[in-house]
């Protein structure tokens, strides 16, 4: 019985802090996303919910909520890296030579990260 709660709960918690599952919304798997943001190091420089050396995934959905080329605009951030918008401290790039995430990975961060306006708790 524990086992088959676990990942119930955790899955329950993930919704939380989605809000109301907004996961869906996005079309992308929220918890394949938060996995993928940890494993890239995103969550270094990121939380959900608050800043830390760059803006919080909240505050960014907000500022391009909205907007019709809002997930062109973020995949090509993190593709390109980007700075200029949010403070002084750039973001670096994952695509082109870098070579750390595929187009495809970082247009489904990008539709997540967009997911995120009413995120609340830390990953
Ligand atoms: C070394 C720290 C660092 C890491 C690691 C990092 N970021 Fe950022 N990120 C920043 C900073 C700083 C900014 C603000 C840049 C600016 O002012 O334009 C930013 C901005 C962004 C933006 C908003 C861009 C815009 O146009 O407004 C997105 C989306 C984003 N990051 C996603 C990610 C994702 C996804 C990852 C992991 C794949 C990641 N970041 C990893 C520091 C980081």
Same mark, same amino acid.
Request: aromatic share 4%; with cysteine.
């Given at each position: 019985?524990? $086992?088959? *709660?676990?990942? &119930?709960?955790?899955?329950? &918690?993930? #919704?939380? %802090?989605?809000?109301?599952? @907004?996961? /869906?919304? !996005?079309? +992308?798997?929220?918890?394949?996303?938060?996995?993928?943001?940890? $494993? $890239?190091?995103? *969550? %270094?420089? /990121? !939380?959900?919910? /608050?800043?830390? +050396?760059?803006?919080?995934? %909240?505050?960014?959905?907000?500022?391009? @909520?909205?907007?019709?080329?809002?997930?062109?605009?973020?995949?090509? %951030?993190?593709?390109? #890296? /980007? $700075?200029?918008?949010?403070? =002084?401290?750039p973001m670096p790039a994952y695509g082109g030579s870098q070579d750390l995430?595929?187009?495809?990975?970082?247009?489904? =961060?990008?539709?997540? +990260? &967009?997911? @995120?306006?009413g995120a609340r708790a830390a990953p």
């Amino acid at each position: 019985m524990k $086992s088959t *709660l676990r990942p &119930l709960l955790a899955s329950a &918690l993930v #919704g939380a %802090a989605l809000l109301g599952g @907004q996961a /869906h919304a !996005a079309g +992308v798997d929220a918890t394949k996303m938060l996995d993928l943001a940890r $494993s $890239s190091g995103c *969550l %270094a420089c /990121h !939380a959900l919910d /608050h800043a830390k +050396v760059g803006p919080s995934y %909240a505050e960014i959905a907000r500022r391009y @909520q909205g907007r019709p080329d809002a997930v062109h605009t973020l995949q090509q %951030a993190i593709l390109n #890296g /980007h $700075s200029g918008t949010w403070g =002084l401290v750039p973001m670096p790039a994952y695509g082109g030579s870098q070579d750390l995430l595929t187009a495809a990975q970082a247009r489904d =961060l990008a539709r997540w +990260v &967009l997911s @995120q306006a009413g995120a609340r708790a830390a990953p």
